[in-house]
């Protein structure tokens, strides 16, 4: 069974801006084609490049950069094969590990990849080793790519010093996974702001289910509060087909909270289109009008 194939999605009430990037979303599968990593932490449904690709079309979204799962590990066929169908308009972000060659990288770079994921969330096998950390940083700063890093609050808290020493571009998924009910004032998010002002920190607008209990309306200061921080290195994501779901949401639902994030026009145009195209080294759009 496919992702969504039960029920007939609605199209969000906001319309994308021309150029729109999702930074943050996902293919797995057909399993029979692209199967998954033997030591996957989840195995989902099938949600192939189709899926995703339809969802874009009613949300008026042109542009995807697709994060690599770990259930499909180190393998990364399935998110080649979705970027070559229009390379000019989508990038990938990979999960390498400190086994990879600079061949090996070269190869996906030149199929569209310019990060690299670590996640550190326990339900998703916990944060790499320091060698690990370390190495896969030697080996990406040459290509230019920058670390995506996704954390709990307790995780950034706890990692601070060690991400802010770093001083290749770093990429923070979903607000950090902040508990949006504790507010813009707690110590995770205060640490998380710390971060945003650094030159070379970027962070993902996206998640609000994953950060707040519906209709997500505590989500809407937090994000606020990092685009008045780092207006220019903001992104937002999909994360489409939403895996683990702390709360269900629709594509609609989330695509809908934006405008609450950011009211204004000229900053929805940074987060949706000038910022991904600056990172990711898409084509410059100008402004419609």
Not at 17 to 25: L, Q, R, V, Y
Not at 187 to 199: G, T, Y
Not at 257 to 285: E, H, M, W
Request: aromatic share 8%; net charge negative.
């Amino acid at each position: 069974m496919s992702v969504n194939s039960e029920e007939t999605p609605e199209a969000p009430s906001f319309r994308l801006p021309k150029g729109s990037c999702d930074t943050h979303c996902h293919v797995f599968g057909p399993a029979a084609i692209f199967p998954f990593a033997p030591n996957a932490p989840y195995r989902p449904a099938d949600s192939p490049k189709s899926e995703l690709e339809k969802m874009h079309r009613r949300a008026g979204i042109d542009r995807m950069v697709i994060v690599h799962p770990s259930a499909h590990g180190t393998n990364h066929a399935v998110t080649l094969d979705a970027i070559a169908d229009d390379q000019e308009n989508r990038r990938g972000v990979g999960i390498i590990d400190k086994t990879f060659t600079t061949e090996q990288l070269q190869s996906l770079h030149s199929g569209g990849f310019r990060g690299a994921r670590f996640s550190f969330l326990k339900h998703l096998g916990g944060g790499p080793d320091s060698d690990t950390f370390e190495r896969v940083i030697d080996l990406i700063g040459p290509l230019g790519w920058h670390l995506v890093l996704h954390v709990t609050g307790a995780d950034l808290l706890a990692n601070a010093a060690r991400f802010a020493a770093l001083k290749l571009p770093i990429v923070i998924d979903h607000m950090a996974r902040v508990d949006a009910s504790l507010g813009v004032n707690q110590p995770a998010m205060q640490c998380l702001l710390d971060l945003a002002r650094k030159d070379n920190c970027w962070i993902k607008v996206s998640g609000g289910s994953r950060i707040a209990a519906p209709p997500f309306k505590e989500a809407i200061p937090i994000a606020q509060a990092i685009l008045a921080a780092t207006p220019d290195r903001c992104l937002w994501g999909s994360d489409f087909p939403h895996p683990n779901p702390k709360f269900h949401a629709t594509d609609a639902e989330l695509i809908d909270l934006i405008p609450l994030y950011a009211p204004d026009a000229a900053l929805q145009y940074r987060l949706l289109v000038s910022n991904p195209a600056r990172l990711y080294g898409f084509k410059s759009t100008e402004p419609s009008a």
